[in-house]
């Protein structure tokens, strides 16, 4: 009986921060849902950021590379709303910062390349 009134209080204090991680985590994907890749993925087409970034993000003549570059998502959405160079600006109207949020998923998870990724160079490399 001692023991039961003892053990109640104990489990109820590590209940709190669970439900309160509930709550918060709960809250947050109210605010921003799980963004959606495959989504992220078609807008990258449709809004033709591949016409300068690449495909796969890698950059071009006429655009950064994407992928691997990190940026915060804030940072994200900034930039493409007021680029700072030669990139065209998207307002809200015409992408929305939903579907940009899909966008930057999908930039994020996009594999940084890198000449160590090209497989001819390695065969030379490891022909010698
Ligand atoms: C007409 C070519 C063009 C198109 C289309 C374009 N970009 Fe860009 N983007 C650029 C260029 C060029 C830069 C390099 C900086 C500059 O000149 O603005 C850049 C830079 C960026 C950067 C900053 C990269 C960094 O590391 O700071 C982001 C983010 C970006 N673009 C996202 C996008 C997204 C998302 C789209 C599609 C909605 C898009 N861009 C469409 C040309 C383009």
Redesign the pocket.
Known sequence: MVNALVRTPRSLVALVPAALLTIALGGCSLKHPTPDLENGKKL?VR???W???GYAGQGSR???K?AG?V?YEQA?LR??RK??????A?VEKI?PDSE?RD?YAY?KSLPAKSLKDVPLLNQIKNAK
């Open positions: 990258f809004n033709g950021c016409e300068c970034h006429d655009g950064a994407l570059e940026l994200f930039y493409v680029p700072a160079g030669s990139m065209p998207f992408l940009l966008i930039v």
